[in-house]
C-alpha cells in the first residue's frame, strides 16, 4: 500500500519563495522609481530582470499547483481523491479572494484606506486604480462569488483587487486538470 499523506515540503518552501518574489515585485511596481540613485536602479533592475520577477514566480505558482493537484492521484490513482480535492478547490480559493476583500471594504468603510496619498506620495499612479466603486458587504460577497469566478469579470478585478487576477485562472484550470 501506498502511504497517501506523503507531503513535499520542498514544493511548500519554493511556493514560500515565490509568494515573497511575488510581493517584492509589486512592490517595485507601486514605488516605481526615475532611477536617480544607484540602489534605486539596482532594486528595479534585480526586481524586473532576475529571479525577483514577479511574473515568473506566478508562472513558478502555476506549475506547482499543477504538479501538486496531480500527484496524489498518480501515486496512488485514487478517483476518490479527485472528487475530494474538486470539492475542496472552490472553498480554497475563495476564502483568500474574500478575506482580503473584505479587508478593502473595511478600510475604506473606516476611512483608513489611503491609496490616493499613497499616489501623492508616491508619484505612481497603480494605487489609485482600486476602490472607485461603493458595494455593501453583500454585493462584496456576490460579486467575489459570481464575477470573480463564473463570469471572471475583469472590470470588478480592476476595481478592487488586481491581483486576485490568477484566482479564477488556477479554479478553472485545476477543473481540467482533475
Given amino acids: 500500500m501506498v502511504n497517501k499523506s506523503i507531503k513535499l515540503d ?7 519563495i515565490a509568494a515573497f518574489v511575488v510581493v ?3 512592490t517595485n511596481d507601486s514605488f516605481k ?10 532594486f ?12 515568473y514566480s506566478v508562472c513558478v505558482f502555476f506549475v506547482l499547483s499543477g504538479f ?19 470539492i475542496k478547490r ?3 480559493l475563495l476564502l ?11 478600510a475604506k468603510l473606516l476611512d483608513i484606506y489611503y ?6 506620495i508616491s508619484n505612481e499612479p497603480w494605487f489609485g486604480k482600486f476602490w472607485h466603486e461603493a458595494y455593501s458587504l453583500k454585493q462584496l460577497f456576490f460579486r467575489c462569488i459570481y464575477d470573480l469566478f463564473i463570469f471572471h469579470d475583469q472590470g470588478f478585478l480592476h476595481n478592487i483587487n488586481f491581483c486576485l487576477w490568477t484566482m479564477p485562472i488556477e479554479l478553472q484550470f485545476s477543473f481540467l486538470l482533475f
Fill in 115 to 120: 491609496n490616493v496619498e499613497v499616489v501623492n
Fill in 68 to 86: 501538486v493537484l496531480s500527484y496524489s492521484y498518480f501515486r496512488n490513482f485514487d478517483f476518490d481523491y479527485v472528487i475530494k480535492q474538486s
Fill in 90 to 92: 472552490f472553498p480554497r
Fill in 10 to 16: 520542498y514544493l511548500d518552501s519554493l511556493r514560500g
Fill in 96 to 106: 483568500p479572494v474574500l478575506a482580503t476583500s473584505i479587508l478593502y471594504f473595511f
Fill in 44 to 55: 528595479n533592475f534585480l526586481c524586473n530582470y532576475t529571479f525577483f520577477n514577479g511574473h
Fill in 33 to 42: 522609481s526615475d532611477d536617480k540613485y544607484l540602489f534605486e536602479f539596482f
Fill in 24 to 26: 517584492i515585485g509589486h
